[in-house]
Structures are given as C-alpha cells and as structure tokens.
C-alpha cells in the first residue's frame, strides 16, 4: 500500500511539473514575436522622500520580448502631489533594447519629481509613459510606481 501511494505522489508531481513547463512555454512562445518592455522602479532617493523636496527615481527598463523595442521613450507624468523641477526633463530617450533583456542588461534611468510642500505622507503613485518616440499615441503604456513620502517636521523655536 505504501508503494502504491508513493507512486501516486510522484506521478502527480510529474504532472504538475508538465503542466509547469507547457505554461512557461506557452507564455515564452506568446512574447516571441512581440515586444515587452517592462518598467520598474529600482529605488528612490531620498527614500522616504519628504514633503517640499525633491526626490531622484531610478527605473530600470528591460524587453523581454521576443522583438526588439526600437526607439523607447518613457514619460513620467507628475500629478499632486508630484511637480515638475525646473530644468529637469519629464521624458527620457531609451533607445532601442534588443530582444530577451534580463536583469542583468536592464538599463537604468534617473527622474526628478518634486513632492508638493503640503502633501501627506504615505504611499502616492506616480504615472510612467513608455512609448515609441513620434508615435505617443499608437503605442502607449501606462503604468504607476509607488513613492514613499513622509512630511517635513516643522520646529518653532520659542524665546
């Protein structure tokens, strides 16, 4: 009895190991011939940023698709309590990234967004555009990272 039932273990962890690798394949067979560009935020800096400040992200870019993403741009899109920073530019030229990017080709780029001087603290997110460049509005991404904020603590000094 105690065969018959270790052989059942194993012939439903065979199976479950099959149906594993059909899906991992049918996923890699599906990104083939497209293109999958993946957005991520890497850090922040400072990390909670402050209410006032302004605050460096770094995100990294990578393809895992099976085509190559020519000519990437991505757009951060601040919105309260986000604010532009004067002379920093709210769109990055990627270029192009070569099909089946891994962690390790991921390239990483900086924004810097300004946090509203009375925003609340907590987690706000921001919105991120990935796009061919000239043809915003064919191929569109949009997605949000999270950002930590804290509020600045005032101190009144009293003589």
């Known amino acids: 009895m105690n065969k018959i039932g270790i052989l059942f ?20 067979s ?4 497209t293109k999958a560009v993946l957005v991520t935020m890497i850090n922040q800096d400072p990390d909670p940023a402050a209410s ?23 757009e951060v899109v601040p919105t309260y309590p986000f604010e532009a ?20 080709d991921m390239r990483i780029i900086r ?6 001087k009375d925003a609340l603290a907590g987690t706000h997110q921001l919105k ?17 990272i999270n950002i930590e904020v804290r509020n600045t603590e005032n101190a009144e ?3």
């Not at 273990?9 to 890699?28: G, K, W």
């Not at 924004?111 to 509203?116: D, L, S, T, Y």
């Not at 991120?128 to 949000?144: A, C, H, M, P, T």
């Open 85 to 104: 920073v004067s002379g920093e530019s709210l769109i990055q030229k990627v270029g192009t990234i070569k099909s089946y990017q891994t962690e390790g």
């Open 52 to 74: 006032g400040e302004i605050v460096e992200i770094r995100l990294g870019i990578q393809n895992i698709g099976g085509k190559s993403a020519d000519n990437i741009a991505i």
């Open 30 to 33: 599906d990104l083939s011939g």
């Open 157 to 159: 000094t009293v003589s």
């Open 128 to 144: 991120i555009l990935q796009y061919e460049e000239g043809r915003k509005d064919d191929f569109l991404v949009s997605s949000n």
């Open 111 to 116: 924004f810097k967004v300004g946090i509203n």
């Open 9 to 28: 273990v194993v012939m439903a962890l065979s199976a479950i190991a099959i149906q594993a690798f059909i899906a991992s394949a049918a996923v890699t």
